[in-house]
T-cell receptor, first 114, second 115 residues
């Protein structure tokens, strides 16, 4: 079974631009979560989607948004990029939403904002 | 809100010696706890999880962790370190908000293995 895939793997953008990252979960998984990883703040939860609905959201500004499609694939969008948005963005999928379900992580998309 | 504190940002051991990575948690109810490992340029991989069954949890690659409620700890151990164990390790607690899962990560412990 293929793992979680994220595209693109690397991105370079400039301040003020917007970016869209994509995540394809493991086949059959319906829950997708997004995390931001930076050296200073560590790993922080962005949001979780299940059956095309956002179930949970972390403490990030409204510039960060996401969505999930009927095939469970998910995208996250960051508008008006800032230097501080440079990070590794990780996507994780699980079979169902819930606190004890193992999440499987993708390799991440490394975003650099210049 | 749930939280975890990893007591060491960096641990260095010699190959073949025991590994101890320390984690304390804060939770207002019986928590679900995890240890994840991240190798360079790779995604996170689950090592083991505790979900209120046995307090001693065995994971992959010879790792295990013991849940101690009285000490609010969930330390990760391995009897004998291998060079391939060099990586970043994260202690994680699951926070429940209206039935939705949110993983709260510790700051990570970088494990270095000396030959």
């Amino acid at each position: 079974k293929a793992g979680v895939t994220q595209t693109p793997r690397y991105l370079i953008k400039t301040r003020g631009q917007q970016v869209t990252l994509s995540c394809s979960p493991i086949s059959g998984h319906r829950s997708v979560s997004w995390y931001q990883q930076t050296p200073g703040q560590g790993l922080q939860f962005l949001f979780e989607y299940f059956s095309e609905t956002q179930r949970n959201k972390g403490n990030f500004p409204g510039r960060f948004s996401g969505r999930q499609f009927s095939n469970s694939r998910s995208e996250m969008n960051v508008s008006t990029l800032e230097l501080g948005d440079s990070a590794l963005y990780l996507c994780a999928s699980s079979f169902i939403a819930g606190s004890d379900n193992e999440q499987f992580f993708g390799p991440g998309t490394r975003l650099t904002v210049l | 809100a749930q939280s975890v504190t990893q007591l060491d940002s960096h641990v260095s051991v010699s190959e073949g010696t025991p590994v101890l990575l320390r984690c304390n948690y804060s939770s207002s109810y019986s928590p679900s706890l995890f240890w994840y490992v991240q190798h360079p340029n790779k995604g996170l991989q689950l090592l083991l999880k505790y979900t209120s069954a046995a307090t001693l949890v065995k994971g992959i690659n010879g790792f295990e962790a013991e849940f101690k409620k009285s000490e609010t700890s969930f330390h990760l151990t391995k009897p004998s370190a291998h060079m391939s164990d060099a990586a970043e390790y994260f202690c994680v607690v699951s926070d429940r908000i209206q039935g939705a899962q949110k993983l709260v990560f510790g700051q990570g412990t970088r494990l270095t293995i000396n030959p």
